[in-house]
Every structure is written in structure tokens, then in C-alpha cells.
């Protein structure tokens, strides 16, 4: 029997991360002007809802970091393969000009943006509000009710997103039988992969090592200069209509110096977290990094005129006065060593 304090806490805690996943995804990269703050509410069912499914079916199995990404991986691929389109539309934000399209698929859009809701829109949420609910460890939050609930409204977030954005931004473009097919299947295959990380079956992390870890700024700086460099690398910005300034032919190589730097990033924070030193804090340390730079990036490619330089920079301050609270926490709290990539089954 779980006590009525817990139980609070727990659906204290699945609101939070409702409401977190849209903010980190959607306003701290200024996607979402100020003067149109009302469409995060389009956004909650599908980022709110559909990242509470996903924690609770990753936890529930036991999974990691590694699960979590590919679960956001299969989020990516419904959210903008399915819901949107956006990765095979020829018109929608683009996206068809900024570099090569095999098979149709817009390949730089694809490539930045299936990451990004790996990272951002389900990892780092889900860190940051396990974080601040530490004392819940990796509980569910959720009974078989309140999921099904959370799973409806993730299905009813995805129809919404999709019979409101593509008409009004895309009208006409209908993905094929076909193509829906394919992307389905590779969200299947994506869960599937998850599935066998939880299980024992996928591949392991190696045991905790005696390697230094970083000191917090340098986590932090390290994890900023790599999420900067991955979104300046593919995203075109600053007038550019291709990746990295560079003529539309020569975009493939922008988009393997951004694969490079996130396989470089994740070898780096795989071995650091592996260590005894590893700590609460350091996770907030890494995410923080991420987060600001993200932010920072969405000041310098999503803001168009003073109000919304504006309204992005005071949503940034405000992020990292939370985080600077919630590390607080974390140090006036116990330190023990803990690991951001478990063993399969822990």
C-alpha cells in the first residue's frame, strides 16, 4: 500500500512533468512566440501526456537513459512523421531545401529533429523532474487508471496536433499509405530496441569506472558547447537556407560534424556516469548545460523582433533561477554516487 503522502507526491510530480515536457521543448527555445504563448496548450496532450507515458512505460520495465532515448525516438517519429508530416513534406517550414531528400525524407530536418525530441522533449524532462521529486526514486507515478487516461490524451494530443497544423501550414500535402507504413514501423522498431534495453537483452553498460569525473561547470560548458554546436550545425539560422551557411550540395557535411559531436557527447557522458563520482548533480549539471544553450541558440535563430528577444530572455532567466534552486536541493540533500546510464534490469 503506497501512503497517501507518497500517492500525493506522485501525482504531484506527473503534473510537473506534464507541464515541464512543452516548456523545455516549445518555450525555452522560442518555437512558441510570447505574443502566442496560448499555443503551448495545443502542445501539452502530446508533450505533456505523451512523456508521461513514456516515463511510466520505461520505468515500470526497469529502463535507463538509453530506453528513454529511444522512446523519444518513436515520439519523434510519430510527433513529426505522422502528426506533422514534416519529414517528408516537400513545403512544411522548408525544410524540403535545406539539403538532400532520400527517399523523400527530408534528411537534415530529420536529423535534427528526431534527436532533439530524444533529448529535449522526453530525457531531459523526465531528469529534471525525477530531480526535483527525488524522494520517488524511479516509482511509477501513475496507477492503471490515471495510464490509460495518459494514453488517450496522448492519442487525442497527436490527432489534435495533426488536423490543426498541417491544413493551415501545409495544405494539400496528404503523407502516403505507404510512407505512414514505414514510419510506423520504424517507431515500432525503436520501442522494440527499448524494449530489449529494460530487458537485459540490448547492449549493457559497462560497470561503474575509475575515471575522473568533471567538475559541474566544466559538465555544464562541455554539455552547452555540444547541444550549440549540434542545433547551429543543422538548424539554418541568421538568414542561412542551408545547414552551417554552406551551399544546399555541401550539406552533408554539416549534418556529419553534427552526428559526430552528439556520438561524441554521448561516449563522453556514458563514461562519466559510469564513474563513483557521478551524482545528482552532476545530471543537473549536464542537463542544465544543455538547457541554456538551447535557450541561448533560440535567441540567436527563433527571435524576430524585441518582444519576443525579450520575452525568450526573461523565460531564460527564470529557467536557470530554477535550476540554481533545484541544485541547491540537490546539495543540501544526501550525495550519494548514482549512475544516469543503470544496468540493464536494475
Avoid at 202 to 230: K, N, T
Wanted: charged share 15%; glycine share 10%; aromatic share 8%.
Amino acid at each position: 500500500m503506497v501512503p497517501p503522502s507518497n500517492r500525493r507526491r506522485q501525482r504531484r510530480a506527473a503534473a510537473a512533468l506534464v507541464l515541464v515536457a512543452p516548456a523545455v521543448a516549445e518555450l525555452t527555445l522560442g518555437s512558441v512566440p510570447v505574443k502566442m504563448l496560448w499555443l503551448v496548450v495545443l502542445y501539452v496532450p502530446i508533450y505533456g501526456a505523451g512523456v508521461l507515458l513514456i516515463r511510466e512505460a520505461v520505468r515500470r520495465t526497469g529502463g535507463g537513459a538509453g530506453a528513454l532515448l529511444l522512446m523519444g525516438l518513436a515520439y519523434g517519429l510519430v510527433e513529426e512523421g505522422l502528426a506533422l508530416q514534416s519529414l517528408t513534406s516537400p513545403h512544411l517550414y522548408g525544410a524540403a531545401g535545406w539539403g538532400p531528400r532520400p527517399w523523400g525524407v527530408n534528411a537534415p530536418y530529420a536529423e535534427l529533429n528526431l534527436p532533439y525530441h530524444a533529448v529535449f522533449s522526453v530525457l531531459l524532462p523526465v531528469t529534471l523532474v525525477e530531480l526535483a521529486f527525488r524522494d520517488l526514486g524511479r516509482t511509477p507515478y501513475l496507477r492503471r487508471a490515471g495510464l490509460a487516461g495518459t494514453a488517450a490524451a496522448a492519442l487525442l494530443g497527436a490527432a489534435l496536433l495533426r488536423v490543426s497544423v498541417p491544413p493551415v501550414e501545409d495544405p494539400g500535402y496528404l503523407l502516403s499509405g505507404r510512407a505512414a507504413l514505414v514510419v510506423l514501423g520504424l517507431a515500432a522498431a525503436a520501442v522494440t530496441a527499448a524494449l530489449a534495453v529494460r530487458s537485459g537483452r540490448g547492449v549493457r553498460a559497462p560497470a561503474r569506472a575509475a575515471v575522473p569525473v568533471p567538475g559541474l561547470f566544466r559538465l555544464g560548458a562541455v554539455c552547452a558547447m555540444a547541444a550549440f554546436a549540434f542545433l547551429a550545425l543543422l538548424f539554418p539560422f541568421a538568414g542561412a537556407h542551408h545547414p552551417a551557411f554552406l551551399p544546399r550540395a555541401w550539406a552533408p557535411l554539416p549534418m556529419a560534424a553534427a552526428a559526430a559531436t552528439a556520438a561524441a557527447a554521448c561516449w563522453a557522458l556514458r563514461r562519466w556516469s559510469g564513474a563513483d563520482g557521478w551524482t545528482a548533480r552532476h545530471r543537473l549539471a549536464a542537463a542544465t548545460g544543455a538547457l541554456v544553450a538551447h535557450t541561448v541558440f533560440g535567441l540567436v535563430s527563433h527571435t524576430r523582433d524585441p518582444l519576443d528577444t525579450a520575452g525568450l530572455a526573461v523565460i531564460g532567466a527564470a529557467m536557470v533561477l530554477l535550476l540554481h534552486r533545484l541544485d541547491l536541493r540537490l546539495a543540501a540533500g544526501p550525495a550519494a554516487s548514482e549512475s544516469a546510464w543503470p544496468r540493464a534490469g536494475r
